[in-house]
Nanobody
């Protein structure tokens, strides 16, 4: 069974940086298509970034140029480097894994996110102004 455990969340000021980690067990990350999502109390879950098994990536417009998704297969870990954080980035961040992106990495971030079978418990990111 695939299990995902996020870490690295915290509180930072506007303009700060955080790196989220997602440790995967039960399957090698080089076989998984993966993504980061976020949800705040007033908003629906939204896709933030995705990475396919070939290394191709996709980002939400709101984070393009500020966030970077990556995988370290030797460590079976997914990362999200977040720079120049803004108050609107405040949310609980979740990592998720899919067996395959059937419609390609670009489509993976669009709801309803049905391709993602495995989800972590989330880590809180709070950005203060």
């Amino acid at each position: 069974q695939v299990q995902l455990v996020e870490s690295g969340g915290g509180s930072v000021q506007t303009g700060g940086s955080l790196r989220l980690s997602c440790l995967v067990s039960g399957a090698p990350t080089n076989t998984l298509s993966m993504g980061w999502f976020r949800q705040s109390p007033d908003n629906q879950r939204e896709g933030v970034a995705a990475i396919d098994t070939d290394g191709s990536t996709a980002y939400a417009d709101a984070v393009q140029g500020r966030f970077t998704i990556s995988k370290e297969n030797a460590a079976n870990t997914l990362y999200l480097q977040m720079n120049n954080l803004k108050p609107e980035d405040t949310a609980t961040y979740f990592c998720a894994a899919a067996d395959e992106f059937f419609l390609g990495v670009g489509r993976a971030l669009a709801p309803p996110h049905l391709e993602f079978k495995y989800w972590g418990q989330g880590t809180q990111v709070t950005v203060s102004s």
